[in-house]
């Protein structure tokens, strides 16, 4: 053991470059194990992809949140206000909508700047929310299952 000043010294601890180079030699430090490649779900037998689970009608798809699961009934979701505003708009054109709540925001403050609105919350924007989950959901499945699927066809037919 080393003295100082008479004391005695505790022994030095070795440079960060050695400490760092013993991290990067040992094995146990990485994590490269949790990143290759696990087993798709498809190829254990008897699990379903996500997006081939039957449906059981509409109904049941909304009120057990299955649409979440299945794009036709969120694309369904989607198509229910849209239909009805239109029709509201044939039927009768010169009076307020009711449901343009579904489809954009509503409630807005009285007393808010003419060129910067400000809006409350309400009852519709729950709706609005739902609404707009769905549509996200539905872009989400088209640009990440459909966009690709339609250029892997088009590029093995070419």
Known sequence: MTTY???????Q????????SGIQKDTNHH????LTDQTPPASV???PQPHELPSKGFWNDVVTMRWMR???SSIKMLGVPILLRLTWMLVTPHV????????FVS???????QGFPM???SYWVRALSLISTAAFHWTNYFIGRCIPSLLRRSILVS
């Open 5 to 11: 000043n008479g004391n005695a010294a505790r022994p």
């Open 13 to 20: 601890a070795g440079s960060l470059q050695n400490g760092l």
């Open 31 to 34: 994590i490269e194990g949790s």
């Open 45 to 47: 037998p008897g699990s």
């Open 70 to 72: 299945r794009p036709s």
């Open 96 to 103: 307020d909508n009711p449901w343009d709540h579904l489809l």
């Open 107 to 113: 409630n807005r403050l009285p007393d808010s700047a």
């Open 119 to 121: 809006y409350g919350k």
